[in-house]
């Protein structure tokens, strides 16, 4: 049987000096006693190592965790690549000496998570290292910490299967149960929103917006953990179509209460009673820095931002908030499209030009509007890798939880480049499908020298 391990069981072998007693440290050095320490004292909880600077091909994240795999105490490094998880177990001493020799070498960040503080290294490109440190209170810890695997809801989300673990105390789980929630059901923005109860139990009928609200963070945080933003002690955030602002609270508690971040986030809505509804949570909660104003993003002026999210913004609207993103100098973009209207009818003019392989495929409806999906997005994702992204398009969540499923993700890189190749292949993608305009390339002509 392969196990989690509990908080409050340590890994066997000698204890190492207290970090009270031991001489001050360079960051990098003190930064890996300590997680020595916590391995000692069995009260890691996780290691997230970020901002991939090695050589080898799409690798993004490497994650660490104590597991118990029959009786014997390992660490499981969970290797996170672009389109696969590689998943290695090693003795705690190779673990170690493996993370220690990465730190530095291959990646810049390091985010270790224990019981009761969370530790961030950042390694500046100049090598220059940088610690800090932040308690963790009862609130802030994993829910399977707390209540084992209960969430409120008795049973295990993966299986469908009744839970036999105890829901009144911590326990360690099974691996293949085990689940990591970036945001907890005892935040209180959650129970505020309707999504958990005032017992901090989730609401059965919010599982799938409370699935969305995670898995979002957890796209948000590794996106955040290699960005330009890692270091940053304030950022500003703005989320165009925020609605009922699940997310919006989801990012701003998530920088405020995990990261300690100063994170002032405004959210736009059309809506007068969502602004209504959310400023007033917002203000009940206390929450100064979080705000919610009335507007349009097809009306809405550029101002300077480092975090621009857009999720399910219709047509064309995806394409105006990319681009106050963009101009804006956004470091991370955000977007899950909707609604695909202006390239459609383009594409089934294209039917009219005979002969054309694309015919026998574009005359089914459904086909059709599928192909205006993906070749919108496409050169929705050109198009910002022309503006200085790097940028991904893939899915956000299962479509068992919104039909809406796909996430483009853009991170600025650190240094211009050239947009000339992308942008002939804006134009070769428009050749092939008889695309005249596109509202993005229209948006962002003259910063891309009239493209």
């Known amino acids: 049987m392969i196990a989690a391990m509990s908080p409050t069981q340590p890994v066997p072998g000698p204890r190492p000096p207290d970090a009270a007693q031991r001489p001050a440290l360079p960051p990098r050095e003190s930064f890996l006693a300590l997680l020595a320490d916590a391995l000692a004292q069995g009260s890691l909880v996780k290691l997230v190592l970020g901002k991939y600077v090695g050589g080898e091909p799409r690798l993004r994240q490497l994650a660490v965790r104590p597991i118990l795999l029959r009786g014997a105490a390992l660490l499981s490094l969970l290797y996170r690549y672009q389109t696969k998880d590689v998943t290695k177990n090693v003795s705690p001493e190779e673990g170690q000496r493996i993370v220690a020799e990465a730190i530095g070498a291959s990646f810049r960040n390091a985010h270790l998570l224990t019981s009761t503080q969370t530790i961030v290294l950042a390694i500046s490109q100049r090598g220059q290292c940088t610690m800090r440190r932040k308690a963790v209170d009862q609130l802030q810890r994993r829910p399977e910490q707390q209540h084992g695997e209960r969430h409120g809801e008795g049973h295990d989300e993966r299986r469908g299967e009744p839970s036999d673990e105890p829901s009144d105390e911590p326990v360690a789980a099974p691996h293949d149960r085990a689940k990591h929630r970036h945001i907890a059901l005892e935040r209180p923005f959650l129970a505020a929103l309707g999504v958990a109860d005032s017992q901090q139990r989730l609401i059965p009928v919010m599982a799938r917006k409370y699935k ?92 300077p931002v480092d975090v621009m999210i857009a999720l399910h913004a219709c047509d064309t609207a995806t394409d105006h908030a990319i681009r106050l993103g963009v101009q804006g100098g956004a470091s991370i973009i955000l977007c899950a499209p909707c609604c695909h209207k202006e390239v459609r009818p383009q594409l089934f003019s294209k039917l009219g030009m005979s002969p054309h392989p694309i015919r026998a495929v574009l005359r089914h409806g459904v086909h059709l509007g599928q192909e205006a999906d993906m070749v919108t997005d496409a050169l929705r994702a050109l198009l910002l890798e022309a503006s200085g992204y790097a940028t991904q398009v893939f899915e956000f969540v299962s479509l068992e939880h919104t039909s809406k499923n796909k996430m483009i993700l853009a991170v600025k890189r650190p240094h211009a480049t050239d947009p000339r190749p992308w942008l002939e292949q804006v134009a070769q993608v428009k050749q092939f499908y008889g695309i005249r305009e596109q509202a993005l390339e229209r948006l962002l002509a003259p910063r891309l020298g009239g493209a």
């Open 212 to 303: 969305q609200i995670d898995k979002f963070v957890e796209v948000f945080a590794s996106a955040f953990s290699s960005s330009t933003l890692a270091q940053a002690k304030q950022v500003r955030i703005v989320d165009f179509g925020a609605g009922k602002g699940y997310l919006t609270f989801a990012v701003h508690d998530h920088l405020r209460h995990a990261l300690g971040i100063d994170a002032q986030v405004t959210g736009v809505e059309l809506r007068g009673d969502m602004v209504e509804l959310c400023n007033a949570v917002a203000q009940r909660l206390g929450l100064t820095d979080l705000r919610f104003e009335q507007g349009d993003v097809t009306r809405h002026v550029p101002r």
